[in-house]
């Protein structure tokens, strides 16, 4: 199986910050990677796909970078709607496989 | 606009069985492929099963290969996800999510349901 690493496991920022969160693939993905927003008991919220595409209607303060094994997913300009967890997943090959999770609080 | 309705979440004894369905709208479900995501309480999503649009290719996690059964009926714009000889560790939020496209490879995830609460407890 193809393990997820993301760093940080949280993150805590202010509003109007940038922030960076890394994930890492055990193996080679290609840009098969995608990332998720989910806030506390509500379900995952699709953000990017195929690592750079934003999904429609997604802000675009949101972005997605790299492919193979390093992936990154910047939020600039934070806002309150922003804090939540995030996860990435990758969907090369069974059984996709998800990131720890990203925790980012507010400072 | 896209939703999917999960249903038959339960509180089930330890080897008993549950039928999750998932009733989808605003797309044409039989264009897709779907999964069943779960996600234990304090932790991560965790990746279940998929099913192709045609429902004749079908991939599970090893961890509940040979207890669960992924399943759907186009007809009624539902999928389904058939659980035996359920474990303490199964309890879980299930999601069922609509995959980007219609084959199981290299399919994202775009959508997903508000989840059904199951739970395995004596």
């Known amino acids: 199986d193809i393990q997820m690493t993301q760093s940080p496991s949280s993150l805590s920022a202010s509003v109007g910050d940038r922030v960076t969160i890394t994930c890492r693939a055990s193996?080679?993905?290609?840009?098969?990677l995608a990332w998720f927003q989910q806030k506390p008991g509500k379900a995952p919220k699709s953000l990017i796909y195929a690592a750079t595409t934003l999904k429609g209607g997604v802000p675009s303060k949101f972005s997605g970078s790299g492919s193979g094994t390093e992936f990154t997913l910047t939020i600039s300009s934070l806002q309150p709607e922003d804090f939540a967890t995030y996860y990435c997943q990758q969907y090369y090959s069974y059984p996709y496989t998800f990131g720890q999770g990203t925790k980012l609080e507010i400072k | 606009e896209v939703q999917l309705v999960e249903s038959g979440g339960d509180l089930v004894q330890p080897g008993g069985s549950l039928r999750l369905s998932c009733a989808a709208s605003g797309f044409t479900f039989s264009n897709y492929a779907m999964s069943w995501v779960r996600q234990a309480a304090g932790m991560g999503p965790e990746w279940v099963s998929v099913?192709?649009?045609?429902?004749?290719?079908?991939y599970y996690a090893d961890s509940v290969k040979g207890r669960f059964t992924i399943s759907r009926d186009n007809s009624k714009n539902t999928q389904y996800l058939q659980m035996n000889s359920l474990r303490a560790e199964d309890t879980a939020v299930y999601y069922c999510?609509?995959?980007?496209?219609?084959?199981?490879?290299?399919?994202?995830?775009?959508?997903w349901g508000q989840g059904t609460l199951v739970t395995v407890s004596s």
């Open positions: 099913i192709s649009d045609s429902g004749d290719t079908t």
């Open positions: 999510a609509k995959a980007g496209g219609s084959t199981v490879r290299g399919t994202r995830i775009d959508y």
């Open positions: 193996q080679g993905i290609s840009y098969f």
